[in-house]
C-alpha cells in the first residue's frame, strides 16, 4: 500500500508541475509559438552557416527559442505590459551582450568582423520575442526582410568592402612612400 501512495505522490506532483498548460489550447499555443521561433531563428542561422560563420544554425535556434520562452512565461503567468517590457528590455541587453561577443577587431587589416553576425543575433531574438508574444506574421515577416537582406545585398556589400579596402591601401601606399 505504501509504494502505491509514492507512485499517486509523483504523479499529482507532476499533474501540478503541468498545470501551466491545463488544456490542449494553451498546449498548442505554446508549441506553435516555440517551433515557429526556433523555425525562424534556423532559418536566419542557415545562412549564417552557408557562409561559415560561428554562429549559425544551432546557435540561432536557440536564440529564437530562448527569446520566445522568455517572453511566453511571464506573459502566461500574467505579468502586466509593463512588466513584460522590462522583460523584453533585459533579453535585448543580454542578447546584446552575446552579439559583442560575435564581432571581432582585426587590428592589422584596420578590419572589424563579425557585425552581420552579430546584427542577426540581435533580429533573431527580436523575431523570437514576437513569436512568443503570439506575433506570428510579424515574426514571419521579419524574418524573410532579414533573409533578402543577408542574401540579397551580400554581393553589394562584398563589391563596397572591396572598393573600401583597395581605397585604405592606396593610402597607405601613400603614407609610406618618402615625399622627395
Request: aromatic share 4%.
Amino acid at each position: 500500500m505504501q509504494e502505491r501512495t509514492v507512485w499517486q505522490a509523483i504523479w499529482r506532483t507532476w499533474q501540478e508541475d503541468f498545470s501551466d498548460l491545463p488544456d490542449v489550447e494553451g498546449a498548442t499555443r505554446l508549441a506553435t509559438r516555440l517551433v515557429i521561433a526556433a523555425l525562424l531563428g534556423g532559418l536566419l542561422g542557415w545562412e549564417r552557416e552557408m557562409r561559415g560563420k560561428d554562429a549559425g544554425l544551432r546557435t540561432h535556434m536557440l536564440l529564437g527559442l530562448g527569446a520566445a520562452l522568455f517572453v511566453f512565461i511571464p506573459q502566461q503567468g500574467g505579468m502586466s505590459d509593463d512588466g513584460l517590457a522590462r522583460v523584453i528590455q533585459g533579453v535585448v541587453a543580454g542578447v546584446g551582450f552575446l552579439g559583442g561577443g560575435a564581432i571581432l577587431k582585426l587590428s592589422e587589416e584596420r578590419r572589424i568582423e563579425g557585425l552581420t553576425t552579430a546584427a542577426g543575433i540581435w533580429l533573431t531574438a527580436a523575431v523570437g520575442v514576437a513569436a512568443g508574444l503570439g506575433r506570428v506574421a510579424t515574426a514571419v515577416a521579419g524574418t524573410l526582410l532579414a533573409l533578402l537582406v543577408l542574401t540579397s545585398l551580400a554581393r553589394l556589400s562584398a563589391a563596397l568592402d572591396a572598393r573600401a579596402r583597395r581605397a585604405t591601401q592606396r593610402e597607405d601606399e601613400r603614407r609610406e612612400t618618402p615625399r622627395s
